[in-house]
């Protein structure tokens, strides 16, 4: 029998998580570190839910990926026995005749995927929350639904240590160094490990964990408002999550619990980090204007006045394409970053992509426009 292989997980996330269920459910000896522990709120991954959708506004590319984690958020539910995911669907709403609305449909029909088209009169029907301008659609994402992020983050960490991976909760990795002699060495306050391969998947900490990279990823503070409704019942009609691009370009979530609906804004609004070790959580009222604004033109039915505030933060690329793959020059090394805010619903298959780099070299998932290429040349 072969020795398996020996995999550093850096950052145990998101990303990191489904990396080390993967990698320990195909064999290998899985180390994971964090700075934290897994489902803390201080990154990318906090804020009780996050949206997924079988369907993607921008590029296709992402349909068969969002099929394969679609495919493995329902096996880590079965095999944990926890609701990690919902199925409430997804409104996705825009005008008529932009880019996004037609790539949308067109790439769902073409892929098959479960969507419904309403119209102005269908939606204020089906879903009188919603107010939507004359030459707006909406089309309803009947795959899409709700994530628990700490929960799912916390769960794919739990079975990977049920199969035998080791955790290092609260060590964060100081450096990664190739090693002479091949793999790789993991400095940590407490020692260095060899490693054969580093997956790091440090996510807002990537500038900060590989210092000499060139800053393609850029850092930024994401703001979460919950709001309770006022008259109408936001969570009849199975409360689906949605996303809006005109005439405010934002995304919204009923919570789990039935008690209020999160918003959150698009990149546009979101400030630069400089340094995420002190990552600024206070909201000042000011940036508070743009919600207000919204939810009086789109969701009269919402209290203005927020009941929760939550600052987090996201790795975004010029493109918005996260960059998966090795990090150029360096085939032990194994790079996640730069989700752009919408990285959580593929998780599940960016930890499977993870484990096929890490494991044999490559993988036969279409990823190739997420290639990290700009990280720099050997
Ligand atoms: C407010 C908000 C809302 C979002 N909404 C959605 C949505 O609805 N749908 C969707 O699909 N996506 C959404 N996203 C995007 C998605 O959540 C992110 O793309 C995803 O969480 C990024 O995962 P990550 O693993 O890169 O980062 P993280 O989940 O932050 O993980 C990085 C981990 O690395 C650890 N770490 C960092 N440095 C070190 C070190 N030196 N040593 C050890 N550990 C280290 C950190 O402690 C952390 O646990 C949203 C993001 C935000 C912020």
Sequence with gaps: ????????????????????????????????????????????????????????????????????????????????????????????????????????????????????????????????????????????????????????VQTAAGRAELLGARLRRYT?????????????????????????????????????LLPDLPRVVDIRRLISSWHVPTTHDWFAGGAPAFVRSTPHHCYGLPSPDGLSVKIGLSRARHLPVADPLRLDRTVDPAELAVFRELIGELMPDLNPDPVRLSVYMEGYTDSEHPLVGHLPGQDDIVVLAGFSGSGFKMSPAMGEIAADLALEG?????????????????
């Design 172 to 208: 964060p990795v100081r450096e990664i160094v190739p090693a002479p002699r091949g793999g790789v060495d993991i400095v940590t306050d407490e020692g260095t490990d060899h490693v054969d391969t580093a997956v790091v998947t440090a996510g807002p900490w990537i500038n900060t």
């Design 362 to 378: 490559t993988t036969g998932q279409p990823i190739g426009f997420l290639a990290p290429a700009a990280l720099g040349t050997p």
């Design 1 to 152: 029998m072969s020795t398996p292989k020996r995999i550093a997980v850096i950052g145990v996330g998101s990303m990191g998580s489904q990396a080390m269920w993967r990698l320990a459910a195909r064999g290998a000896e899985v180390i994971g570190y964090d700075r934290y522990a897994p489902g803390h709120d201080r990154g990318a991954a906090g804020g009780e839910t996050r949206i997924f959708r079988a369907a993607h506004l921008g590029e296709p590319g992402y349909i068969p990926l969002l099929r394969l984690a679609d495919q493995l958020w329902d096996r880590l539910q079965e095999e944990s026995g926890r609701e990690l995911r919902r199925r409430t669907g997804c409104l996705v709403m825009g005008a008529t005749e932009s880019p996004s609305i037609r790539t949308l449909l067109s790439s769902s029909d073409a892929h098959g995927l479960d969507h419904e088209v309403l119209d102005r009169a269908a939606l204020a029907r089906r879903y009188p929350q919603h107010r939507l301008p004359e030459g707006h659609t909406a089309v309803l994402d009947r795959e899409g639904g709700i994530i628990r992020p700490e929960l799912s």
